[in-house]
């Protein structure tokens, strides 16, 4: 059975609604340990989220006193240095966070933003991120865009024709 939502190039699969072609493995990994980390936290996170500043999130968590935070995944120092945008994403979070792998050095990260390393199968916050409340019209924004957005994914994952219909209009 095929189960790709779509035949196009970078399409999600529902096999793996994650990886659409963007992320290598290495970055997937950092991902899954750190969602794990935060449903432990009773975080409920959603990977690729567009922000209302067009930027894209790799990892946006509501926590459960409608806190929310942003975590930035970077595989590589390469990845790392080539992201010149993370300032940005502090417009849309009360904390920001980088998460890495642990074989990638932790003083390149800088001390605005909270550090998480992952192994692939859970993680650790090695740093909190400094606490900048959003205000009251940003957080409903963006707690906005987290539904819609999680809405629009499970949709899409319970009925791929319904997303393919979406793209012919």
Known sequence: MNNDIGQSPGRLQLDDPLKDGRQSDTALKVWRGTARLLRQLNF???????????????????????????????????????????????????????????????DIFPDEAGLIVSDGYGAEILRNAPEHKLAAATRKSVTHRFARHAANRLHSLSDPDGTQMLDRM
């Not at 929310?68 to 995944?73: A, N, Y």
């Not at 595989?75 to 890495?100: G, M, N, V």
């Open 44 to 106: 409920a996170s959603l990977a690729e989220v567009t922000l209302a500043s067009s930027r894209r999130a790799d990892l946006i968590a509501l926590g459960p006193k409608h806190e929310i935070w942003i975590v930035e995944v970077k595989s590589s120092i390469a990845d790392f240095r080539a992201d010149s945008k993370w300032p940005d994403y502090r417009e849309h979070c009360d904390r920001l966070f980088f998460a890495t792998h642990p074989d990638v050095p932790l």
